[in-house]
């Protein structure tokens, strides 16, 4: 199993969910390009095509096969986009409320302003500090208690090592409608040969439309399923639920 993670997390945003799967996978969880303690390569824009290319690399790097994809956010989409170019390697997918809308990148009232001016400065970025990144973040779960601040505190002090942070996000947030763009492109490729699910929180901050866009692009036998009490950020507000819908499949 491979665990892709959300937009301004890493790694240790699958601390909850890991624990749930372990008997039943080898699991391996990266870093998404120009988070955590991966580089911060400047060179060229993040737009959706890096991250499904970088993971696409890794997963032949590491020569996977049989893999269950399971991601949150970008990436849910990045795994959906996996499953339409790399089916051979590919077993299953569950997408987890994937970020494939033209909507800003980073939602609730404050994240849409910040990933609207982000997109002309990286001085939002900079001016990171766990209360006001918490306060963002809260909008994403049902369960403002499932936000810890010692996760926050993480997602603070790893990135901050690296003053090249900033600019990533500034990248991200100019690239946001590439997201939308690969999912137009890639989605109807996923071969009836990949069970394929997606999985949205009934609090999700995605936009209204994103649902029935994504069963008009998506092909037929991709399943839909709901998390009750649950926000966009699954994985840390119903880490249990989330897992139980892998472990039935």
Not at 72 to 81: P, Q, Y
Not at 151 to 176: C, H, N, W, Y
């Amino acid at each position: 199993m491979l665990l892709l993670h959300t937009l301004r997390t890493q790694i240790e945003y699958t601390e909850r969910i890991t624990p749930l799967l372990a008997d039943h996978y080898r699991i391996i969880v990266p870093d998404l390009p120009g988070f955590g303690r991966s580089s911060k390569e400047l060179n060229h824009p993040y737009n959706a095509a890096l991250f499904v290319e970088t993971i696409g690399a890794l997963i032949k790097k590491l020569d996977l096969n049989e893999v269950t994809l399971v991601g949150e956010s970008i990436g849910g989409t990045i795994a959906l986009c996996l499953a339409a170019q790399m089916p051979g390697r590919i077993s299953q997918v569950f997408a987890f409320n994937p970020h494939d809308s033209m909507g800003s990148l980073i939602g609730g009232p404050i994240g849409s302003v910040v990933s609207y001016v982000g997109k002309f400065t990286e001085e939002p970025f900079k001016r990171d500090f766990p209360p006001l990144l918490k306060f963002i973040m809260q909008a994403g779960f049902a369960n403002k208690k499932s936000l810890s601040n010692e996760f926050v505190e993480k997602l603070i002090t790893v990135p901050s090592q690296d003053g090249r942070f900033p600019l990533v996000m500034k990248s991200l947030m100019k690239e946001a409608p590439s997201w939308s763009q690969i999912a137009d492109k890639e989605y109807p490729k996923i071969p009836n040969s990949i069970p394929t699910q997606v999985i949205y929180g009934d609090k999700d901050w995605s936009p209204d439309y994103a649902l029935e866009q994504n069963k008009r692009r998506l092909p037929k036998h991709v399943r839909f399923d709901t998390l009750q009490k649950t926000g966009h950020f699954s994985f840390l507000d119903n880490p249990s639920a989330s897992a139980s819908i892998i472990k039935a499949a």
